[in-house]
């Protein structure tokens, strides 16, 4: 062993900070001259390496998703300027997640409106007696139908008992 070597246990608590660049420069050295001579620990750090780069992609579309629904908020709620208008329509027009995304919001925006206007007419008495009011007449409807079911079971009940 060399003078001076760090051992895999070592390299092992130091392989984030060498990938992070958080070392002084002689143990950046020293851990680099491990990594060239031991294949264990050089596979360590290219997978860790591997990883770390995955994950950037993925904060990459991540971060692109988000500014997307940002922008098509900000378009949906009439808050957007100009240039971001000419470019959420520019970006509607040749991104197949853009036009979803836009698609998606305006039936969000639908529904939430129609709620909030539903909502706003059970406030008002006059409304709100008529819908229980449509309520009542489908609740006496469905009790008429149900005594009717009731008593043909009862009359058919009896005619089996009577000639059965």
């Given at each position: 062993?060399?003078?001076?070597?760090?051992?895999?246990?070592?390299?092992?608590k130091?392989?984030?900070?060498?990938?992070?660049?958080?070392?002084?420069?002689?143990?950046?050295?020293?851990?680099?001259?491990?990594?060239?001579?031991?294949?264990?620990?050089m596979?360590k750090?290219?997978?860790i390496?591997k990883?770390?780069?995955d994950?950037?992609?993925?904060?990459?579309?991540?971060?692109k998703?988000?500014?997307?629904?940002?922008?098509?908020?900000?378009?949906?709620?009439?808050?957007a300027?100009d240039?971001?208008?000419?470019?959420?329509e520019?970006?509607v027009?040749?991104d197949?997640?853009y036009?979803?995304?836009?698609?998606?919001g305006?039936?969000i925006?639908?529904?939430?409106?129609?709620?909030?206007?539903?909502i706003s007419?059970?406030?008002n008495?006059?409304?709100?007696k008529?819908?229980?009011?449509?309520?009542r007449?489908?609740?006496?409807?469905?009790?008429?139908?149900?005594?009717?079911?009731?008593r043909l079971?009862?009359?058919?009940?009896?005619v089996i008992?009577?000639?059965?």
């Amino acid at each position: 062993m060399l003078k001076g070597c760090l051992k895999c246990s070592e390299i092992n608590k130091l392989l984030l900070s060498y990938i992070h660049f958080e070392l002084n420069k002689k143990m950046m050295t020293r851990v680099a001259i491990h990594l060239r001579n031991c294949p264990n620990c050089m596979e360590k750090y290219t997978k860790i390496q591997k990883r770390k780069k995955d994950l950037k992609l993925k904060m990459r579309v991540i971060e692109k998703q988000l500014r997307m629904e940002r922008e098509i908020s900000q378009y949906l709620d009439n808050e957007a300027t100009d240039d971001l208008i000419f470019n959420v329509e520019g970006m509607v027009l040749c991104d197949e997640n853009y036009k979803k995304a836009l698609i998606e919001g305006e039936e969000i925006k639908r529904i939430l409106k129609n709620s909030y206007n539903k909502i706003s007419e059970l406030k008002n008495p006059k409304i709100a007696k008529k819908i229980i009011a449509k309520i009542r007449v489908k609740k006496f409807k469905l009790l008429k139908i149900k005594n009717y079911f009731i008593r043909l079971f009862e009359h058919s009940r009896h005619v089996i008992a009577k000639f059965g």
